[in-house]
């Protein structure tokens, strides 16, 4: 029954990250409200001179029969509808709203006549037409021959309304090329599932310690099978690791895995590395766009670098990664996160050593997941000894798996106290 409630609990937080994704398109739609408005429109002689109180996209015109008339349609504007006299070869000018996207302005013929001309000043807030007058039979060709076009200049030109909008937002599919690994636990997908990241691999050793050689991949590799290890003793949820040997991802595969098996919470373990020898203790960052400090940032731009060996960018990242879309959706994921890291600070008291301002935030790829709550645990330095001495020991690996055992199994209890 405990674990029948953790799954509802699972689909009440899902459902409530589709509404937060549905409000965000509602409230982020676009404004349909058309970028100029025609203000007025002069007739001199034989020239018609539409003003504009913005930006338009285009114009076009095109002659009609019965009666003689002159249509000139504007994409991207509107038009309050009314009429007024002219004069000359324009009898009565009349407006109105001919799409929702599309002004219409008519020009009603006292005599057979097409556009000769038309140019645009150059703020694009006025287009001059040129009439001629014609006889009949040449009105009558024109009328087959179809619309004249007219478009600002470049500088001064409104983008068209888009067409289409769904207020469902997609998130980012994570790419389907890595294997999804091994599940471990009871097999019961009512139970949360933890993805436990080690971090680096491969051709990738993250931070060499200088007292013993020890890399970081393997430090990070090692912890995280203590923590599946501890989890898998309580039994109350199930468990992957990103990866089981010495192999390489890129960090979109990392959080991508996470995504793709609809993980409930993702562990990215590392351990750091510091000039001065004598910095020790572990921190916790969850995802933020402003790192909290210098260090933060610093640690950030060098973790996502993992991607680039030899100038080439292996993750691909597309430009809209850190878009509106992170801010938009990953409000809640983030707030889940930093709930977390302060359960991990606390059940790890006495049993492991934090450095001053523990839970820190910084822009971390791996922790980019919008719909997986995500914290990226740096479990010490091995630029220090004691904390070397710690990390690589069976001992400290146990106590350290131990406390965030405790903190994931509070976190999932709290989720279910919430619903």
């Known amino acids: 029954m405990f674990f029948n409630w953790i799954n509802e609990v699972k689909k009440w937080h899902k459902a409530r990250m589709f509404m937060m994704l549905s409000l965000a398109g509602l409230l982020f739609a676009p404004n349909f409200a058309y970028a100029g408005e025609v203000s007025r429109v002069e007739l001199r002689g034989h020239d018609v001179t539409l003003h504009f109180d913005g930006l338009i996209t285009q ?7 019965g009666p003689d008339r002159i249509a000139i349609d504007i994409k991207g504007a509107t038009a309050h509808k009314g009429a007024h006299g002219g004069n000359g070869l324009v009898r009565t000018i009349r407006k109105g709203q001919f799409s929702p996207d599309t002004a219409r302005i008519v020009l009603d013929l006292d005599r057979p006549a097409t556009i000769g001309s038309g140019r645009f000043s150059k703020n694009g807030r006025m287009l001059t037409l040129s009439l001629i007058e014609t006889d009949r039979s040449r009105f009558a060709r024109l009328i087959k021959s179809g619309r004249k076009q007219f478009l600002p200049p470049l500088n001064f030109r409104a983008k068209p309304p888009r067409k289409q909008y769904s207020v469902r937002v997609p998130l980012p599919k994570a790419k389907p090329a890595v294997k999804l690994p091994k599940i471990y636990g009871p097999n019961d997908d009512s139970r949360p599932l933890v993805i436990i990241d080690a971090g680096h691999g491969g051709h990738d050793p993250g931070a060499i310690s200088p007292h013993g050689g020890k890399r970081e991949k393997d430090v990070t590799l090692a912890i995280a099978k203590a923590m599946r290890d501890e989890l898998l003793k309580k039994g109350r949820v199930r468990v992957a690791l990103t990866r089981e040997n010495d192999r390489f991802l890129v960090l979109q595969e990392r959080y991508g895995i996470a995504r793709r098996m609809n993980a409930d919470l993702f562990i990215s373990v590392h351990a750091d590395a510091a000039g001065n020898e004598d ?60 709930d977390f890291a302060k359960l991990v600070l606390r059940e790890g008291r006495g049993n492991m050593t934090f450095r001053t301002n523990s839970h820190r935030f910084a822009s971390f790829v791996v922790l980019k997941a919008p719909d997986v709550p995500s914290v990226l645990l740096e479990s010490g330095y091995l630029t ?36």
Do not use: C, H
Not at 59 to 65: C, D, H, N, Q, V
């Open 279 to 338: 910095a020790n203790g572990a921190t916790v960052y969850t995802l933020a766009e402003a790192a909290s400090d210098r260090e933060a940032a610093r640690l950030a731009a060098r973790e996502n670098k993992a991607d680039i060996i030899n100038g080439i960018n292996l993750g691909d990242t597309p430009d809209d990664v850190n878009s509106i879309l992170i801010d938009l959706t990953q409000r809640q994921t983030m707030n889940l996160s930093a």
């Open 59 to 65: 114009a076009s015109g095109f002659t009609l029969e």
């Open 384 to 419: 220090n000894e004691k904390d070397v001495d710690f990390l690589t020991s069976s001992a400290g690996r146990d106590k350290l798996a131990k406390s965030v055992a405790n903190a994931i199994n509070v976190y999932f209890a709290r989720q279910l106290a919430m619903r």
